[in-house]
């Protein structure tokens, strides 16, 4: 039986940084050696994966397999639904630039960038789908906790947004179009004091089918108020899925759903003081006398 253990990496950036083009990788252990086969085969892939996963038909995803084993690479390509063909073929390529600069020589190796996530990796990975191996990433979109709401009431509404987001993107995956794609965007109306608007995107590899899909992704939505404590933006990435929040847009296009926020609970009752205590019983009267 084939062990995978899943580690978990918080990765936390200020909220100005988290404006500019996320792109990082996490590298597995393992090194190739320079000119080799194994070398030669990932090369082949880097040449192949941006024009196969651009095409209409892919849909912005895209695996394959090169080469016997020991030397044998396999890699998958995952564009975000809303990148178009330019965008997504231009993603996929820099993605292998990225891992050879990250990662140098790892033969395992995934990275993350706003437009798509790209592994490759000499185990058949691609045998197992939904398992989120090597590594599941946790990245948010700031790295203070947000003091003017309160922090119960937004995590409540960024789980009510990505699980509406998350039933959205499943649906669209489950029609009956011969482009099969799940991805959708959400927006909700939270508090014009705080935040007017939280925005939210799931998606999931085509290749999965409904149940797994929805799995990944609600594995992902129930960590949020954990990892993702009162930030006002954050992302769960996963090889086979990945949603992300924030207050400001940030994908292409108008939402797929709009929905209300739950609404703010009521703040804690004050503590009722207690009347004086009733004295009953008989009285007794104190007479003072003085004489001169």
């Excluded at 194994?38 to 892939?45: D, H, T």
């Excluded at 959400?186 to 149940?211: L, N, R, S, W």
């Excluded at 926020?261 to 009722?272: C, F, G, L």
Aim: charged residues 10%; hydrophobic residues 45%.
């Amino acid at each position: 039986m084939l062990a995978v253990v899943v580690v978990v990496v918080a990765v936390l950036l200020p909220l100005a940084a988290a404006q500019q083009t996320m792109q990082f990788s996490s590298c597995a252990s393992g090194a190739y050696a320079a000119n080799s086969t194994y070398e030669a085969n990932l090369a082949v892939l880097a040449a192949a994966l941006p024009g196969n996963a651009s095409t209409a038909a892919a849909a912005g995803y895209a695996t394959a397999t090169v080469g016997a084993v020991p030397d044998q690479v396999s890699a998958l390509a995952l564009c975000r639904g809303d990148a178009n063909a330019t965008a997504c073929r231009a993603c996929v390529a820099a993605s292998f630039r990225v891992a050879r600069r990250d990662c140098p020589s790892s033969k395992d190796a995934t990275t993350y960038q706003d437009g798509c996530i790209v592994r490759f990796s000499d185990q058949r990975f691609l045998d197992f789908v939904g398992v989120n191996s090597p590594v599941s990433e946790l990245y948010s979109d700031a790295d203070s906790n947000i003091t003017a709401v309160p922090v119960a009431w937004f995590n409540a509404a960024v789980v009510a947004l990505m699980n509406a987001t998350v039933d959205t993107a499943v649906a669209a995956g489950s029609g009956s179009n011969n482009t099969k794609k799940y991805f959708a965007t959400a927006v909700e109306d939270f508090d014009p004091k705080h935040y007017p608007k939280i925005y939210g995107m799931a998606q999931c590899a085509p290749v999965m089918t409904a149940a797994q899909c929805r799995s990944c992704l609600g594995g992902f939505v129930s960590s949020i108020p954990w990892f993702l404590n009162g930030k006002p933006g954050g992302r769960v990435l996963g090889i086979w899925c990945n949603l992300r929040y924030s207050v400001k847009p940030f994908y292409q296009g108008q939402p797929m759903l709009q929905i209300s926020a739950p609404p703010e609970p009521p703040p804690p009752a004050m503590p009722s003081l207690a009347a004086p205590p009733t004295r009953t019983g008989k009285r007794i009267a104190f007479f003072f006398f003085f004489f001169h």
